[in-house]
């Protein structure tokens, strides 16, 4: 996502047009979108878009957390408690289980649960997986074995 540093030169057009297409996608009132194209954002003069593009990150950190601007102890803790329900704790062990095995060790494949690109996955995806590495690993750990079978 953004970041407190706004770019300026050959970075520009390209922040211009993710700001754009976020504030589009993600501002509604009550008649529908407050952007129905996102290039309509982008007649906003610059400070109003600079504030509109805080409170509406701010806003979204609430419900997609981000490395950068969550507070993260608090969404691992919340994910992990998720992801111990009894309502959650099939997909979290799938989920968890998504890595690759090779002769240098086991490599993370989120990207396996959630079916797109590494590089696409966003940091609320990213936090999910290591919740489910954290739960599937305490539950292998606190794992017995098994009785012998029935003769």
Same mark, same amino acid.
């Given at each position: 996502?953004?970041?407190?540093?706004?770019?300026?030169?050959?970075? /520009?057009? !390209?922040?211009?047009?993710?700001? *754009?297409?976020?504030?589009?996608? *993600?501002? !509604?009132?009550? +008649?529908?979108?407050?952007?129905?194209?996102? =290039? +309509?954002?982008? &007649?906003? /003069?610059?400070?109003?878009? #600079?504030?509109?593009?805080?409170?509406?990150?701010?806003?979204?950190?609430?419900?997609?957390?981000? &490395? /950068? @601007?969550?507070?993260?102890?608090? %969404?691992?803790?919340? $994910? @992990?408690?998720?992801?111990? #329900?009894?309502?959650?704790? $099939? #997909? =979290?062990?799938?989920?968890?289980?998504?890595?690759? !095995?090779?002769?240098?060790?086991?490599?993370?494949?989120? +990207? $396996? %649960?959630?079916?797109?690109?590494?590089?696409?996955?966003?940091?609320? /995806? $990213?936090?999910? &997986? @290591?919740? =489910?590495? +954290?739960?599937?690993?305490?539950?292998?750990? =606190?794992?017995?074995?098994?009785?012998?079978?029935? @003769?």
């Amino acid at each position: 996502m953004l970041d407190g540093v706004r770019p300026t030169g050959a970075t /520009q057009p !390209h922040y211009e047009r993710f700001r *754009s297409a976020v504030l589009a996608a *993600s501002l !509604h009132t009550p +008649d529908g979108l407050a952007f129905p194209d996102p =290039a +309509d954002a982008g &007649y906003l /003069q610059a400070d109003e878009a #600079d504030a509109l593009t805080d409170a509406c990150f701010a806003a979204l950190a609430i419900c997609s957390p981000t &490395y /950068q @601007r969550s507070a993260l102890p608090a %969404w691992e803790a919340a $994910l @992990r408690d998720g992801a111990r #329900d009894p309502s959650n704790v $099939l #997909d =979290a062990l799938s989920l968890g289980a998504c890595v690759e !095995h090779g002769f240098a060790g086991t490599t993370p494949r989120p +990207d $396996l %649960w959630f079916g797109c690109a590494i590089g696409a996955l966003t940091d609320g /995806q $990213l936090m999910a &997986y @290591r919740a =489910a590495r +954290d739960v599937l690993r305490s539950l292998a750990g =606190a794992s017995t074995a098994a009785p012998p079978p029935f @003769r």
